[in-house]
């Protein structure tokens, strides 16, 4: 899958955000968008090729032309999932959308409990009196001490069809710029994700990890509450396409500094998938993982863990 990245623009400021540095570093300006007439282009280029496409940002809700994007994707046959915060008001475009009809996915960025402001929950809670049965949840672990048991209970109130969460490791920006989990408390966050998956167990609520994880973090006792937890686990990771303004796409959000190119210059997605797969490995032949002992990890070896998130090589 593909991501669209829509704007810059955002009202949460999460300290361990990717996406602050796409500003910053493409000598872009806070108003700059990725245009109608680009995604039109990006579709006829790639005609057939996507099934399914992310909408990022920044804030997608704070984006002026959802709507037309939302309308372009569905002449496609794509279905759209608009990765969002949900702490905005719903804008006018989809307040009204019949999802009976117009098929669409939606993942809510969400943060600690204390992280919302008054009118953020409400916003929240608009959001998913309209939306509940297409939309899922997402984590990202930071801070050992907070308390995720809240989004449960929100699975509960709001009765989200989808009972997941999809769970994140704060990541460095490649060179900087953000807050993330050190590399020495990686135990520590194994730790914090075993307790996490049995509190969701007790609660019928499935956690799925998304990349950065290491193997090395969980011992074989906690792979195996993971597995009886149900948890979908993966320590690999692959090229995650974000197309920005100007069709210019990168390989992840952590890496944005390493390599950008036009998508345009690829005839297919596979072919310019492998070619940022075979950009980052290239540059990254001589980091075998983010600990010294990944050079002799059996995990690594057989191919099973990657060694967690190359953006630790510049930090």
Known sequence: MANLYLTHKCNRGCPFCFARNVLKE???NIDELLTIDDIKTLLAHFSGQFREIGLLGGEPFIYPYLREVLDLLWQHKIVPKIFTSATNPLPDGIRNLDIAQQPINFVVNTGTKD???KKQYKNLIDFFDKFHIVS????TILDFDSDPTFLFDIIDEFKLFSRSIRVGIALPIYKGGNQYVDKKDYKKSGKFMVK???MAYERNVILGMDCGFT???FSPSEIGILQRCGVNFSFVCG????IGQGLNAWNCFPLF???RE???EADSLDKLIKKFNEKINEYFKQQIGIFAECANCKYLKRGMCEGGCKSFKSI
């Not at 899922?136 to 984590?139: F, P, R, T």
């Not at 090229?239 to 974000?242: R, T, V, Y």
């Open 136 to 139: 899922s949840l997402s984590y």
């Open 239 to 242: 090229a995650a396409l974000d």
């Open 215 to 217: 193997a090395c973090m």
């Open 262 to 264: 036009n998508v345009l």
């Open 26 to 28: 493409s000598g872009s």
């Open 196 to 198: 996490f998956a049995q």
């Open 115 to 117: 992280s919302y402001s």
């Open 257 to 259: 500094q390493l390599h």
